[in-house]
């Protein structure tokens, strides 16, 4: 097995998870991913290598942002459109899976959820979700160590409270029927 | 922290609270934190709600894992919506059913370069029932002048349940690099009586052409399409003399969907997805993102399983201005992605082909297996790995 290969086996999962948590769209997170992996290929030796793919993938992302920002911004607006209303058709039509449709909106509410943060919770947080320390993310996020701890209890505070207050929300609108 | 900081009694901040949960903090540092957390009842709460904060987190991410996307459905009119709804940014393309190319075959000239051949069936020409329709169709190299340009590869692909084996010829072919623009020709011969014996024999077939560069790989053909070629090039010479070529000109890299079985180009041909033994393809796209081309198939398994194989090339500098110029964009259509399936039952594979493509599958399935699934794309001639 070559190293890249070790590379992908060990993080391409954790690199996709986090990618699609933050992006919310898998194509778009494996295609950062595997284009973080071919740069990887270009690197003669990796001392830490967890922190430089994730700040490579953040890298990308924010590069591949800022390119097409203005067209992803209407296509992400119609594809959530038609997400959202094909969810409820597939809810209605999934409804005898009453795990589906409560999995479903709970994916939705959790999505809602982590976009309310800033972008540098947001990440920080994840980033801790795959296992990265405080000096990993620190150094993936451009922060200094002693700042992490503040990002993460903020952040999840924030996604904790934000989610809470939706579902407090959802439950007052079937109540009120 | 000081050591002095440490032992006065002083309530530790949240970000302190939450560095020390989550392992942090140097040994003294949490030494310090955890004596005072037993001795403070207002800290010991506040412990308390950062580990409920900490563990809501965790569970409020895990739930996008779930991917909600949607697979293509099986009926065209809502798929060719979507997409179009998907392209509303200013496109230059042309609406995906009228760029249907009625199958016009090479000339001879192509045929003295090594033209690639492959059977056809255009379903406006010869009628077909929705279930054994046949969507095939390669577009064949053509002559620019004095450089050859030929196409991506596509073998054929066959909807429903038969696995139809295209006919190909195996024959060297040099393969356009995506800024190669130039004058491409659609030779997509209609031979619908082999593929109408194939698909009664219901024959399944990997066929998968490729070549590269000017080192051109020989492709491989798998034996149980053989015995098809003899019939299909028969019925092929047939159709030829009443075809004609039709000569269009290529973009860098267009973009494309699969509509219902058959792959749609935006600039107007028509191609088909890769194949394997024992796989069907049930959903692909091209697109160009940031510097790369990607194209993306789904493969549905016999065995059921779904499976994603991500292509990606680096377009060239020209070829990614010229993407650039005409505000091409990574089209990140959620519809194809893997639906309702957790992340963590997916696995993935990597490998690099000699000509620089990267490819990932991914599927539902253990990494030995995708391992394998890799092999099959590989010997069916797809893509090969880095030596």
Known sequence: ?177 | MADDEITTPRHIDEGTMHAWLDGALSAEEAGGVESHVADCAACSAAAAEARGLIAASTRILSALDDIPGKVIPANDSAVVASVGAARSIPHRAPSMRSMRIYAPIAAVALFAVGALLVLRRNPALVPVSSQSRAPVAAPVATQTGDKVVAPENKPAVARGAAKVAPTVRPERMPRAAASETGTRVAAIPSAPSALDAANANNAPAAVRVEATGSAAKSMTVPSTVTSLAASADAASSRSRESLGVTARVADAAPESAFIGGELRRTDGFTISPPTMTGARVIASNEFNSGGSHVRRTIFKLDSGATVTLTERRTLTARAAADAAARAETAVHMTPLTLRGLSLQDVQSVMWISPDGTSFTLAGPLTVTELEALKGRIVASGYATPRP
């Open chain 1, 1 to 177: 097995m070559t190293d890249v290969e070790r590379l992908f086996r060990d993080y391409h999962a954790t690199l996709v998870r986090y990618l699609t948590r933050r992006l919310g769209d898998r194509d778009w997170a494996e295609e950062v991913a595997q284009e973080t992996f071919v740069r990887a290929l270009r690197q003669n030796a990796l001392t830490n290598e967890r922190a430089w793919l994730f700040t490579v993938a953040n890298n990308l992302v924010r590069d591949d942002a800022r390119r097409a920002a203005r067209q992803r911004q209407q296509l992400v607006l119609l594809r959530d459109e038609q997400i959202s209303e094909a969810e409820c058709d597939d809810v209605a039509a999934d409804s005898d899976d009453a795990s589906t449709a409560i999995r479903a909106h709970e994916t939705m509410l959790a999505r809602k959820a982590v976009d309310g943060l800033a972008e540098r919770d947001r990440m920080a947080l994840l980033l801790r979700e795959e296992g990265l320390n405080y000096g990993e993310i620190a150094a993936a996020l451009d922060l200094s160590v002693g700042s992490v701890g503040t990002t993460l209890s903020r952040a999840r505070r924030r996604l904790v409270e934000g989610y809470e207050q939706m579902q407090r929300a959802d439950a007052g609108r079937q109540n009120n029927g």
